[in-house]
């Protein structure tokens, strides 16, 4: 085939090869990695051996749960267990009870942490370093150590055996106002001024600006607090004697205290329990690995 110059047409030129050096180098390299991946694979397989243990012993009979050796396929795989466990306790309203109170201080959280940690990170005012070093060091202070003196202000208050006095004491958090200080140091302060330039105020450039470009750091705090809030025992353990408002932590630990030798519906209980959370850390762990990489580049 020819051109109407009577030309051969023109071919792409076939790419050089690579050169046997670096072909060499990136082969070493992965060398490299395979103990590091296989040390990984290990380490990952030894924190699920205790998930599959329990999800193994919820589908058993009671006798076979700590057989020796371990069983971790059952001889029958007895389905029946999640069917009796909503029969023995109300755990809809123990589940439920667990995802308001998460959901409620999450919510809190993730809105005064991230507006204080602003005010820290994008606002100068005297004393802001020093006051910041301050409330953060109340991150060491024991919980014990304010116990009683946050009980007997709940029981003033008369709000002992209700959701406020979990949600009033866990809706501000230092750990939330560093997390979300060191996300927005990272953010170029010429952005900040460019916008009060423009107009902005302060809660503008905080709601237009800063907001919407620490979406990974705001879904790290999310799912830190959600985890935590929703294992918590000692708080609703101290604060809730109500039946009805237990949370799935308490329904449990009651449920132990009555049926304390039906293993399989104990694990059955567990199971569920952390089934909400899983799901929702695998929807999240993007942006929650994303978050925790990018915070404190900066400052």
């Known amino acids: ?5 009577g030309l051969p047409p023109a071919t792409a030129a076939p790419p050089p ?33 205790p998930f599959g243990w329990m999800v193994s ?69 005297p004393g802001r370093d020093a006051l910041f ?36 004491l866990q809706a501000f958090g230092a750990f939330g106002v560093f997390l979300m200080r060191q996300y927005y140091m990272s953010i170029p302060d010429e952005l900040c001024e460019a916008a009060r330039i423009d107009g902005l105020s302060e809660y503008g450039i905080y709601l237009r600006v800063v907001l919407p470009l620490s979406k990974p750091a ?18 609703p353990f101290i604060y809730l004697t109500s039946n009805e408002l237990w949370t799935v932590q308490l329904g449990l630990r009651s449920f132990i205290g009555q049926y304390e030798a039906e293993y399989a519906m104990i694990m059955t209980g567990a199971v569920l329990s952390v089934l909400p959370i899983l799901v929702i850390f695998l929807f999240g762990q993007r942006y929650f690995i994303r978050g925790i990489a990018t915070t404190g580049l900066k400052g």
């Not at 085939?1 to 110059?5: A, E, P, V």
């Not at 090869?17 to 290990?42: D, F, K, N, Q």
């Open 1 to 5: 085939m020819t051109t109407t110059h």
């Open 17 to 49: 090869p690579a050169a046997p050096a670096a072909r060499h180098r990136g082969g070493r390299r992965s060398l490299r990695r395979v103990p590091a991946y296989a040390s990984l694979t290990v380490v990952a397989l030894l924190v699920l051996v």
């Open 57 to 125: 012993a919820s589908l058993k009979r009671d006798n076979e749960v700590f057989t020796i050796p371990v069983e971790w396929i059952p001889r029958e795989l007895r389905w029946s267990n999640f069917v009796d466990i909503w029969e023995r306790i109300p755990m809809l309203t123990y589940l439920g009870n667990s995802a308001l109170l998460s959901v409620a201080v999450t919510f809190l959280q993730v809105l005064t942490g991230s507006f204080a940690a602003y005010g820290f990170a994008k606002v100068r005012f």
């Open 133 to 168: 070093l301050a409330y953060i060091a109340t991150i060491a202070v024991p919980w014990q150590a304010y116990m009683v003196p946050q009980y007997i202000m709940m029981q003033r208050a008369e709000l002992t055996d209700t959701y406020w006095s979990i949600i009033l």
């Open 218 to 235: 705001l879904a790290s705090l999310a799912l830190l607090t959600l985890v935590t809030t929703w294992n918590d025992y000692m708080g």
